[in-house]
C-alpha cells in the first residue's frame, strides 16, 4: 500500500480569542505529552490567533494552519491576508475550499483553483476540502460533484506539486449534525476523489495523496473510519473545540 501521510486536524472555525487559543493548545499539549504516534495532528485557529497558536504549539507535536488565504501576495485588496503572510508566521497548512466558505463566502471550483495555485507557489501544506450536498447524494450525484470539485480544483496543479497537496472528503450533510458518513461511505467517497485523481495525474500520484473524512467526527467513531483503507485522516471541527475531546480523537486514530 501507498505511504500516506497521516494527518489529525482540528478546524475551530469562528471560535476561540488568542487567549483561549493558548489555553486550548497548553491544554492540548498536556494531554497529548508521551504520546508516540507517526501522524501529523495540527490545528486550524482564527487568523488572529495564529501567531499565539504558532508559540503556543512551540516544541509539541501539535502543527499550526490557517483556514483560508487569498491568492494575491499584496496590494489593494481589503480584509485579505497572503500565502507569503501566513508563511512568515511559520504555519504549515491552510485550509481551502471549506463547505462553508463556499456556501456562505462565493467560494467556487474557480477561485479554490486560484488559492491552491498561490499555495503551490510557496511552501504551505494545502488541505482542499471538497463535498456533496444532501440533495446531490439523494439524487445519485455524488460521483459527478465530487469529480467537479476535484478537477475544478486540481486543474492548474503542475504534476510536479500533486505530492503536497492534501484531499478532504466532507459530505456537507454530515458537517455539524452529529450524523457522521458510515466507514463505508466514507471509503467510498474517498475512491471516487482517487479516482479523480489518478484520471488527472496517474495512478501512482492518486494512491500516494492523502484524503481525510471530515464531518462529525468524534472521539466515538475515530477509529472505526480510520480502520477503512482509502481514510488517511480526519477534519474535525466541533469536536476539536475540547481539548480533551480532540485529544482522544488523536489517540484513538493511532
Ligand atoms: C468541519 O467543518 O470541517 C467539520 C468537519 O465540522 P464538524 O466536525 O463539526 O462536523
Known sequence: ??????????????????????????????????????????????????ETAVDAARETILQVGAQNVFWEKSGAYTGEVSTTMLEALGLEFVLLGHSERRALFGETDATVARRLEAVLGGRLTPVVCVGEGLEEREAGRTGEVLARQVEG??????????????????????IGTGKSASPTIANDAHTLIRSSIAAMFGRSAADETSVLYGGSVKPENTASLMRESE????????????????????????
Not at 14 to 21: D, F, V, Y
Not at 153 to 174: M, N, Q, S, T
Open 231 to 254: 481514510v488517511d485522516g480526519v477534519l474535525v471541527g466541533g469536536a476539536s473545540l475540547d481539548a480533551a475531546s480532540f485529544a482522544e480523537i488523536v489517540r484513538a486514530a493511532g
Open 1 to 50: 500500500m501507498a505511504n500516506r501521510t497521516t494527518i489529525i486536524a482540528g478546524n475551530w472555525k469562528l471560535n476561540k480569542t488568542a487567549a483561549e487559543t493558548r489555553r486550548t493548545i497548553l491544554e492540548l499539549r498536556n494531554k497529548l505529552a508521551g504520546l508516540s504516534t507517526g501522524a501529523e495532528v495540527v490545528v486550524f485557529p482564527p487568523f488572529v490567533s495564529l
Open 153 to 174: 480544483a486540481l486543474k492548474d496543479v503542475a504534476p510536479d506539486h500533486i505530492g503536497r497537496v492534501v484531499l478532504a472528503y466532507e459530505p456537507v450533510w454530515a
